[in-house]
């Protein structure tokens, strides 16, 4: 056996316990990355098996060595390509035939198989008694190991058995019949001819293969090139067996593996009465119901938004107080002690890198919310089932059942809805949602439509604020029929077709990590798209647009680069009724994010003269103020917790809760000064209020959105969507605009 | 809920988009391309496979007790195309 690194893999279906036994093997040594080039996750570890260093590796879950997915495809080519020293198979055995399919596969790949059998505690449960040594000599000695959760010496029998494995993989032979059997030989022979090819694959597993017409495989030689004659060969064999025989070569191979199997079965497992109903029958069957589902599911991702955005709200303040009161006091006083008081690099730093980088981070606890409550549906087992209950909604507009998920996190945030479309398989169903996702008015935009629904229209300001939230469904609604129906035309929606978990308690390991993750891979990726912009929208704000570098941070206003800009883009939006320099700016602030945009108009309406005097303050004084911030937003949450009750009970028409108060009656936050009242009020028609409402809806929601895009899709998909949003919120704003005119509506 | 007649005659095949919930039904046929085909038989369904349904929606999407080990749901696309024999439940 060679001393290099010796490799071991574990494979198995989705959902029977292979993380968990791979991080009792390799405990504290892993590592979690990305497969080249995929966002699919790759785990790693190091083991020392009596002193020989091991390097596993847990491949995604799949339940065959024929790929559909992403992940399927991943686990294939690393078993094919990298040709490990030890495959441990990850069986459940309460499920036992099923999983035995993969098994066998990958014993006619001919690569070294140790079976781990898992789970054999929810088979005895429901009456399944299996028999390890007898499994193993059906199996031609494939070693069988049991590794159930909580069974003794688990890990070492694993190892030893992996200590001990025979390096000459005992070939497994399943008889297909002898009209196949015929054609499998020919096909062997001809793969054995060609020296690359027996090289690189299992003859007679690639001749079943290519037989089973796998398509995914076929590519793959196609793109390796040459191999055309072979292709061709093994599909004029599929026709010949078919004309004999009647039936489809792939489906006589099915069949012969699971007879094959069910001769395995046979005396291995004994079955005793089984309980046919589950608790998670029983509770699918309401949580499932066919006129129950929805209301459930609706009522859950009620709770679910409700979470997201008002549970964390009292800790997005704490972090905003923490950006805008001690961090940029003590920059600022550092920067004194080493003598950059006052100068332009003051500026970027507190107005440009804080402020910006500041204005995102303060959505780490929105986050935070989602991802828990996310995690938390994921883990219980519904999340699988809501796909199922939104299944028929879903195919009507030609998307998939998981995709309404996504949906509805945008109403939260853009940025977290873009990845909650990894729950999706089919990657052009995740371009699909991601692309819709942002007409989803998020949180960040809802501000901008209080500020101009008072404004201008008072007491009916709730009306408005209802219409924007309609019309970026409707305008997401026509998306998804112009990308399915036109761009995607003739596509066919990928069948539904997934296995539900059993339900269960959600694990605190597994919710905690996937936070970790998630939130750590917002903080750096958005992180750095924010800084990045925030920098170079601070340098456009001080550098003059004419005159010399001189007045370079001592800039007017309307003399900065910036303005130069906004003033630019002013014509293009004056069909929409607001083409001021000053409305072009605040719009391409807000490009950055929306909460800009109010801070944006209050600086170029109002003027610089209102700009709060940091107050002096100690450093205890400071460090006070962030524990007592912070234990007040721990009470707050608990009292958004608490008051997702009254909240959710008052959807019953004709009830009315009140809210829950921890502190005291809480101040209405202040959005606007009254001389940004009066400002927008004189710049403004109240029909390019509206329009300008409807383009603050559909463009671009942010810098962090494009660079999730980014991240998930790359550039190209990044830009088509910012693209097109821009477009779509110009048309609308533009439509609005002059359709009102011609009616005769805000002239007054 | 409507009355449902006891069958007596040997029942008849019928799409799985059909069968009410708690039926136990056998797969009779799949009529669909190879590859959805190939898909199913992977997750454990193939022709003779006895199973239960756990949830009917009538012509909606189905969830299956697969040989009673394993929980599938099906989407209404393909329900549509899974023919099954209704079989006697030893319970009811």
């Given at each position: 056996m060679p001393t290099q690194s010796y490799r071991i893999v574990l494979a198995g279906n989705p959902n029977v316990g292979k993380s968990t036994l791979f991080n009792a093997l390799t405990g504290a040594s892993q590592h979690v990355g990305n497969w080249p080039g995929k966002t699919v996750e790759k785990k790693e570890g190091r083991i020392d098996i009596q002193g020989r260093e091991c390097f596993v590796v847990d491949l995604p879950g799949t339940y065959s060595l024929t790929a559909y997915s992403i992940e399927e495809i991943i686990s294939r080519d690393y078993l094919i390509d990298e040709k490990p020293n030890a495959v441990v198979a990850v069986v459940d055995a309460s499920n036992l035939e099923r999983n035995l399919y993969l098994v066998v596969q990958l014993l006619e790949l001919e690569v070294p198989v140790i079976l781990a059998l898992n789970m054999t505690d929810i088979a005895t449960k429901r009456g399944l008694n299996i028999d390890p040594a007898a499994l193993s000599a059906r199996l031609g000695g494939v070693p069988v190991i049991e590794t159930t959760h909580g069974q003794l010496n688990r890990v070492e029998q694993?190892?030893?058995?992996?200590?001990?494995?025979?390096?000459?993989?005992?070939?497994?032979?399943?008889?297909?019949?002898?009209?196949?059997?015929?054609?499998?030989?020919?096909?062997?022979?001809?793969?054995?001819?060609?020296?690359?090819?027996?090289?690189?694959?299992?003859?007679?597993?690639?001749?079943?293969?290519?037989?089973?017409?796998?398509?995914?495989?076929?590519?793959?030689?196609?793109?390796?090139?040459?191999h055309d004659h072979l292709i061709d060969a093994a599909a004029s064999a599929a026709a010949r067996i078919e004309a004999t025989t009647e039936e489809e070569a792939a489906t006589l191979i099915a069949d012969h593996r699971y007879q094959f199997i069910a001769s395995i079965v046979r005396g291995t497992v004994i079955r005793g009465t089984s309980t046919s109903e589950t608790f998670s029958d029983r509770v699918d069957q309401i949580v499932t119901h066919r006129t129950w589902g929805v209301p459930i599911f609706l009522l859950l991702m009620w709770i679910v938004f409700q979470f997201t955005a008002n549970v964390s709200a009292p800790f997005v303040e704490f972090t905003e107080m923490l950006f805008e009161g001690p961090l940029t006091r003590w920059t600022v006083a550092l920067l004194g002690v080493v003598g950059l008081s006052e100068t332009w690099f003051e500026s970027l730093l507190v107005d440009g890198v804080i402020a910006g980088?500041?204005?995102?981070?303060?959505?780490?606890?929105?986050?935070?919310?989602?991802?828990?409550?996310?995690?938390?549906?994921?883990?219980?087992?519904?999340?699988?089932?809501?796909?199922?209950?939104?299944?028929?909604?879903?195919?009507?507009?030609?998307?998939?059942?998981?995709?309404?998920?996504?949906?509805?996190?945008?109403?939260?945030?853009?940025?977290?809805?873009?990845?909650?479309?990894?729950?999706?398989?089919?990657?052009?169903?995740?371009?699909?949602?991601?692309?819709?996702?942002?007409?989803?008015?998020?949180?960040?935009?809802?501000?901008?439509?209080?500020?101009?629904?008072?404004?201008?229209?008072?007491?009916?300001?709730?009306?408005?604020?209802?219409a924007m939230y309609v019309t970026g469904i409707v305008v997401a609604l026509l998306t998804s029929l112009l990308l399915t129906k036109v761009i995607y035309r003739g596509r066919i929606v990928p069948p539904l077709v997934i296995e539900l978990p059993p339900y269960r308690l959600p694990a605190l390991r597994t919710v905690s990590r996937d936070i970790r993750r998630r939130v750590g891979s917002f903080v750096t990726n958005a992180g750095t798209v924010i800084l990045a912009a925030s920098v170079v929208l601070w340098f456009m704000l001080s550098v003059p647009a004419s005159g010399s570098l001189s007045q370079f941070n001592d800039v007017e206003l309307d003399n900065s680069v910036f303005s130069a800009l906004s003033k630019g883009i002013a014509p293009v939006l004056s069909p929409a009724g607001f083409g001021t320099w000053e409305a072009s700016g605040a719009l391409v602030t807000g490009l950055i994010a929306k909460e800009v945009v109010i801070a944006t108009m209050n600086q170029i309406y109002v003027g610089e003269d209102e700009e709060e005097t940091l107050e002096s303050s100690t450093f205890v004084d400071d460090l006070g103020e962030i524990v007592t911030g912070f234990g007040e937003a721990l009470i707050l949450t608990?009292?958004?917790?608490?008051?997702?009750?009254?909240?959710?009970?008052?959807?019953?028409?004709?009830?009315?809760?009140?809210?829950?108060?921890?502190?005291?009656?809480?101040?209405?936050?202040?959005?606007?000064?009254?001389?940004?009242?009066?400002?927008?009020?004189?710049?403004?028609?109240?029909?390019?209020a509206v329009a300008f409402t409807v383009f603050i809806l559909l463009y671009v929601p942010c810098m962090a959105t494009v660079g999730a895009m980014r991240q998930e899709f790359g550039w190209r998909w990044a830009l088509y969507q910012s693209g097109y949003m821009l477009l779509v919120a110009w048309l609308v704003a533009v439509i609005v605009y002059q359709g009102g005119q011609l009616l005769g509506w805000g002239v007054a | 809920m409507t009355m449902l007649a006891k069958p007596i005659e040997p029942a008849a095949p019928l799409p799985l988009s059909m069968v009410t919930s708690?039926?136990?039904?056998?797969?009779?046929?799949?009529?669909?391309?190879?590859?959805?085909?190939?898909?199913?038989?992977?997750?454990?369904?193939?022709?003779?496979?006895?199973m239960r349904v756990v949830q009917g929606t009538l012509r909606g999407p189905v969830i299956l007790a697969v040989k009673d080990d394993c929980r599938l749901a099906l989407g209404r696309g393909i329900t549509q195309r899974i023919i099954v024999m209704p079989t006697a439940s030893d319970k009811a």
């Open positions: 694993l190892k030893d058995a992996i200590n001990r494995l025979d390096s000459a993989p005992r070939p497994l032979r399943v008889d297909y019949g002898s009209t196949l059997e015929t054609e499998i030989a020919a096909l062997t022979q001809r793969i054995i001819a060609s020296p690359d090819l027996a090289a690189r694959y299992t003859p007679r597993w690639l001749a079943v293969q290519l037989l089973e017409d796998d398509d995914n495989l076929i590519e793959r030689l196609r793109a390796e090139g040459g980088v500041g204005g995102v981070l303060v959505f780490v606890p929105v986050l935070f919310a989602l991802y828990l409550a996310l995690a938390l549906l994921e883990d219980s087992g519904y999340m699988a089932r809501s796909a199922f209950v939104m299944d028929r909604f879903m195919t009507a507009l030609g998307l998939h059942g998981k995709s309404f998920l996504p949906m509805m996190v945008g109403f939260g945030c853009t940025v977290p809805a873009i990845y909650a479309t990894r729950t999706l398989d089919n990657e052009t169903d995740r371009k699909i949602t991601a692309f819709l996702t942002p007409f989803m008015s998020c949180g960040a935009r809802l501000p901008v439509y209080v500020l101009f629904g008072t404004v201008f229209f008072g007491s009916n300001s709730g009306t408005l604020i209802f608990g009292q958004e917790i608490v008051n997702i009750v009254p909240r959710t009970l008052n959807l019953i028409p004709g009830l009315s809760l009140p809210d829950v108060q921890f502190l005291g009656g809480g101040e209405e936050e202040e959005l606007a000064s009254n001389s940004l009242e009066q400002a927008l009020r004189s710049a403004f028609t109240p029909l390019a | 708690g039926q136990t039904v056998e797969l009779v046929e799949i009529r669909s391309g190879h590859r959805l085909r190939r898909r199913l038989a992977e997750l454990g369904l193939h022709v003779g496979t006895p």
